[in-house]
């Protein structure tokens, strides 16, 4: 009896000390170091991103912090955030400041895979798991890179599969045959054409490229090219690009008179309300794109629903220069993320971080689908469908979901009126 | 296509022309290098953008406005910035370090007062303008469109910017060699002490060179939401760039060098694109780096040097 006591005793003893230690060792805030750009070719994608992501840390900050398991209390978090003006060069700078002098816990990329390439080999050199928000460069998941995950987006290696799929199957049917592919040679757009090329000739369709040319990602200029490719008499013509450049051949095919009769362009679905200020609405009725979370109500199992982040981002960013779209979402998406990874992480350990965050493979289900990685980091899950854009009389923008069939809502209108 | 290409070659390289001509005039008059050029011209850009924005004014007819409105604002500029520059030790290598300094402080209230986002005039707009011109001159009705020439149909945007670059030129040629100032302005051109020594108020010619020049920019603009796609704060710097190849191309202080270098960079551009479209955006660099080593000063430095 009194043995066990003293047990009793000895064990409370044990608990107060690791106890009192535990929360001596917590830090008073999580360093949680990212880069946007203010300026510059990526603005337009990386703002809405950024800005989600700090909606997400500002919102946790004023419940007092993000619950951090392996401290078992809420903690603040601090964004040291670097402006990298869209620059490859400025942005590897950056990383390494973040790095190695910021010293911060949590590291995260810009947006897109661009200014996201540049941080890949940094974050591994150093050990620092990387967050990549969006880039989806299929050479950043490596089997000999633990240090990365994508938050969203497919990686584009099958990122385009979907698409592939309605032209070799219902886009066969209807008559496509002859494919014209435009893309930016980037890590994003380059490796989605080479996805499409890959899954087009694996389909063993009668379906043949008739015109497949990379352009600089810069390009601004687009009547020749669209010339070019109206010469071989395209069933259908994929561009992909990044927003501005969606803008500029759609301007161009706009101010040219040229209707193809099939045509895909990515940003349309991503960035909607960007092009739609751009370009007017008319322009880009009948386009085909991908239909992103910022279109389609997913059933999260992890914090708030579209229709509820849409209005909190519009009431914390009314009448700002950043629209909202599928960006928004994603910045946000990386915050749930991180925060359920922090929830499950025994320690803040950079390995223990990337462990965390592939536990929450295939569970965690956020505004922005289904959270699933593949061995090496790349985001398999938060699929887009292939939608059609249809302008009604009141010129609001609707997507008319065509493949895959057990998603679809509704049916492809080809050719283009 | 081939046609196709060498006519959009040309049309493009009008554009350029139009953008060069007031680099090079400001270049030609006062021997300093404008690096806020490009972000004039996103300036005169944003105002066609708002103007049609907020009161729906067509394209065409700010043209007249912006370069009013630019030509006037260089006044005080030029008096705030260059007359202290030409001052220094070496106002040419200073004047990079000033105009780099300026084109940020432009991009930085840009980017605050309008956002990063790109923005744009849909498409159609300076076509609608034009159709209604042609309709009133032809007294026929003319569709809005693209419009056609030798079999190949252009947007009208690019016609119109073509069109507006040949007049550049003209008035900058009718300015420089038919007008009292523009002789003036000449005699500056060829040695401003020289021209200080004569009695010739050389600031006030200046300014007015440094006005017609940033107005210049301003037209520039206006046509760039349809011939670069659309306009951010940040696009000054990459226009400043290319524009400055195509006038050392054509030769530094020489209008008709700009309207060379601004051909040859249009049409080989269009080459490019059409033949080697993954190189394209080099070219500037290359045709520059060629020029300068077997013409340094430019396709037309001669003549430069004497104007």
């Given at each position: 009896?009194?043995?066990?006591?003293?047990?009793?005793?000895?064990a409370a003893l044990l608990a107060s000390i690791f106890g009192t230690a535990y929360a001596a060792d917590a830090p008073k805030e999580i360093k949680l170091g990212t880069l946007y750009a203010s300026s510059g070719r990526f603005a337009s994608i990386s703002m809405p991103v950024h800005y989600g992501l700090k909606l997400w840390i500002e919102q946790k900050n004023a419940e007092g912090g993000v619950f951090v398991k392996a401290f078992n209390k809420k903690i603040p978090i601090t964004l040291v955030a670097y402006d990298d003006q869209s620059n490859t060069a400025t942005a590897a700078t950056l990383f390494n400041q973040l790095i190695t002098q910021d010293k911060v816990d949590l590291l995260v990329s810009d947006s897109g895979s661009v200014l996201t390439s540049v941080?890949?080999?940094?974050?591994?050199?150093?050990?620092?798991?990387?967050?990549?928000?969006?880039?989806?460069?299929?050479?950043?998941?490596?089997?000999?890179?633990?240090?990365?995950?994508?938050?969203?987006?497919?990686?584009?290696?099958?990122?385009?599969?979907?698409?592939?799929?309605?032209?070799?199957?219902?886009?066969?049917?209807?008559?496509?045959?002859?494919?014209?592919?435009?893309?930016?040679?980037?890590?994003?757009?380059?490796?989605?054409?080479?996805?499409?090329?890959?899954?087009?000739?694996?389909?063993?369709?009668?379906?043949?490229?008739?015109?497949?040319?990379?352009?600089?990602?810069?390009?601004?200029?687009?009547?020749?090219?669209?010339?070019?490719?109206?010469?071989?008499?395209?069933?259908?013509?994929?561009?992909?690009?990044?927003?501005?450049?969606?803008?500029?051949?759609?301007?161009?095919?706009?101010?040219?008179?040229?209707?193809?009769?099939?045509?895909?362009?990515?940003?349309?679905?991503?960035?909607?309300?960007?092009?739609?200020?751009?370009?007017?609405?008319?322009?880009?009725?009948?386009?085909?794109?991908?239909?992103?979370?910022?279109?389609?109500?997913?059933?999260?199992?992890?914090?708030?629903?579209?229709?509820?982040?849409?209005?909190?981002?519009?009431?914390?960013?009314?009448?700002?220069?950043?629209?909202?779209?599928?960006?928004?979402?994603?910045?946000?998406?990386?915050?749930?993320?991180?925060?359920?990874?922090?929830?499950?992480?025994?320690?803040?350990?950079?390995?223990?971080?990337?462990?965390?965050?592939?536990?929450?493979?295939?569970?965690?289900?956020?505004?922005?689908?289904?959270?699933?990685?593949?061995?090496?980091?790349?985001?398999?899950?938060?699929?887009?469908?292939?939608?059609?854009?249809?302008?009604?009389?009141?010129?609001?923008?609707?997507?008319?979901?065509?493949?895959?069939?057990?998603?679809?809502?509704?049916?492809?209108?080809?050719?283009?009126? | 296509?081939?046609?196709?290409?060498?006519?959009?070659?040309?049309?493009?390289?009008?554009?350029?022309?139009?953008?060069?001509?007031?680099?090079?005039?400001?270049?030609?008059?006062?021997?300093?290098?404008?690096?806020?050029?490009?972000?004039?011209?996103?300036?005169?850009?944003?105002?066609a953008f708002w103007l049609f924005s907020l009161f729906a004014i067509n394209p065409i007819p700010t043209i007249p406005i912006a370069f009013l409105v630019f030509l006037l604002l260089g006044f005080p500029l030029y008096y705030l910035l260059v007359p202290r520059l030409l001052r220094a030790k070496d106002p040419e290598m200073l004047s990079f370090i000033l105009f780099f300094g300026l084109s940020q402080v432009i991009q930085a209230l840009a980017t605050i007062l309008w956002g990063t986002s790109e923005r744009s005039i849909p498409g159609g707009q300076l076509g609608r303008a034009i159709a209604a011109i042609l309709s009133f001159v032809t007294g026929r009705t003319i569709e809005n469109g693209p419009i056609e020439i030798l079999g190949q149909s252009f947007p009208?945007?690019?016609?119109?910017?073509?069109?507006?670059?040949?007049?550049?030129?003209?008035?900058?040629?009718?300015?420089?060699?038919?007008?009292?100032?523009?002789?003036?302005?000449?005699?500056?051109?060829?040695?401003?002490?020289?021209?200080?020594?004569?009695?010739?108020?050389?600031?006030?010619?200046?300014?007015?060179?440094?006005?017609?020049?940033?107005?210049?920019?301003?037209?520039?603009?206006?046509?760039?939401?349809?011939?670069?796609?659309?306009?951010?704060?940040?696009?000054?710097?990459?226009?400043?760039?290319?524009?400055?190849?195509?006038?050392?191309?054509?030769?530094?202080?020489?209008?008709?060098?700009?309207?060379?270098?601004?051909?040859?960079?249009?049409?080989?551009?269009?080459?490019?694109?059409?033949?080697?479209?993954?190189?394209?955006?080099?070219?500037?660099?290359?045709?520059?780096?060629?020029?300068?080593?077997?013409?340094?000063?430019?396709?037309?430095?001669?003549?430069?040097?004497?104007?």
């Amino acid at each position: 009896m009194f043995g066990k006591v003293r047990l009793s005793l000895f064990a409370a003893l044990l608990a107060s000390i690791f106890g009192t230690a535990y929360a001596a060792d917590a830090p008073k805030e999580i360093k949680l170091g990212t880069l946007y750009a203010s300026s510059g070719r990526f603005a337009s994608i990386s703002m809405p991103v950024h800005y989600g992501l700090k909606l997400w840390i500002e919102q946790k900050n004023a419940e007092g912090g993000v619950f951090v398991k392996a401290f078992n209390k809420k903690i603040p978090i601090t964004l040291v955030a670097y402006d990298d003006q869209s620059n490859t060069a400025t942005a590897a700078t950056l990383f390494n400041q973040l790095i190695t002098q910021d010293k911060v816990d949590l590291l995260v990329s810009d947006s897109g895979s661009v200014l996201t390439s540049v941080g890949v080999p940094i974050a591994r050199d150093n050990k620092m798991f990387l967050f990549d928000q969006t880039g989806t460069g299929a050479a950043f998941f490596t089997p000999d890179n633990p240090y990365i995950a994508l938050m969203s987006d497919p990686v584009s290696s099958v990122w385009p599969k979907p698409l592939a799929d309605f032209i070799t199957h219902d886009g066969n049917g209807l008559g496509i045959k002859r494919v014209a592919m435009l893309y930016s040679t980037n890590d994003f757009t380059g490796t989605q054409a080479n996805a499409v090329r890959k899954f087009i000739k694996e389909s063993g369709t009668d379906v043949e490229f008739v015109y497949d040319q990379g352009i600089p990602t810069d390009t601004t200029n687009y009547a020749v090219l669209i010339n070019n490719i109206r010469a071989t008499n395209p069933d259908a013509v994929i561009h992909l690009g990044y927003a501005p450049n969606d803008i500029a051949f759609i301007h161009s095919l706009e101010d040219g008179g040229v209707n193809f009769k099939f045509l895909f362009c990515i940003y349309p679905g991503l960035e909607t309300e960007l092009l739609e200020k751009n370009l007017g609405v008319k322009p880009l009725n009948y386009i085909f794109t991908y239909v992103t979370s910022s279109e389609i109500e997913y059933e999260p199992n992890f914090g708030m629903k579209l229709k509820e982040y849409k209005e909190l981002w519009n009431k914390k960013y009314a009448g700002g220069n950043v629209e909202f779209g599928f960006n928004s979402v994603a910045g946000y998406n990386t915050g749930l993320v991180i925060e359920k990874a922090l929830s499950v992480a025994e320690s803040l350990e950079q390995l223990e971080i990337r462990k965390a965050v592939f536990s929450l493979s295939g569970k965690l289900k956020t505004l922005d689908g289904t959270f699933e990685l593949d061995p090496n980091g790349a985001q398999l899950g938060m699929s887009t469908p292939i939608g059609q854009i249809n302008v009604d009389d009141h010129d609001h923008v609707k997507f008319v979901t065509v493949w895959p069939h057990e998603v679809a809502n509704g049916k492809p209108v080809y050719p283009r009126p | 296509m081939l046609t196709y290409t060498l006519l959009a070659g040309l049309l493009f390289g009008l554009y350029f022309t139009l953008i060069g001509l007031g680099l090079n005039l400001v270049f030609g008059v006062m021997r300093i290098v404008n690096l806020a050029h490009g972000d004039f011209l996103m300036l005169g850009a944003f105002l066609a953008f708002w103007l049609f924005s907020l009161f729906a004014i067509n394209p065409i007819p700010t043209i007249p406005i912006a370069f009013l409105v630019f030509l006037l604002l260089g006044f005080p500029l030029y008096y705030l910035l260059v007359p202290r520059l030409l001052r220094a030790k070496d106002p040419e290598m200073l004047s990079f370090i000033l105009f780099f300094g300026l084109s940020q402080v432009i991009q930085a209230l840009a980017t605050i007062l309008w956002g990063t986002s790109e923005r744009s005039i849909p498409g159609g707009q300076l076509g609608r303008a034009i159709a209604a011109i042609l309709s009133f001159v032809t007294g026929r009705t003319i569709e809005n469109g693209p419009i056609e020439i030798l079999g190949q149909s252009f947007p009208a945007a690019w016609v119109a910017s073509g069109i507006a670059s040949g007049i550049g030129v003209l008035l900058v040629y009718w300015y420089l060699y038919r007008t009292k100032l523009g002789y003036l302005t000449r005699a500056v051109m060829v040695s401003r002490d020289e021209a200080v020594a004569s009695g010739i108020d050389v600031d006030r010619i200046s300014a007015i060179a440094f006005g017609f020049g940033l107005g210049l920019a301003a037209v520039a603009g206006v046509f760039a939401p349809f011939l670069l796609g659309s306009i951010t704060p940040a696009m000054g710097a990459e226009v400043t760039i290319t524009s400055f190849a195509v006038i050392v191309i054509g030769s530094l202080g020489n209008p008709l060098g700009t309207l060379l270098g601004g051909l040859v960079y249009g049409i080989s551009y269009m080459f490019m694109q059409s033949y080697y479209s993954s190189w394209a955006n080099l070219l500037p660099y290359l045709l520059l780096i060629a020029v300068l080593l077997l013409r340094p000063n430019g396709l037309l430095g001669r003549q430069a040097r004497r104007a």
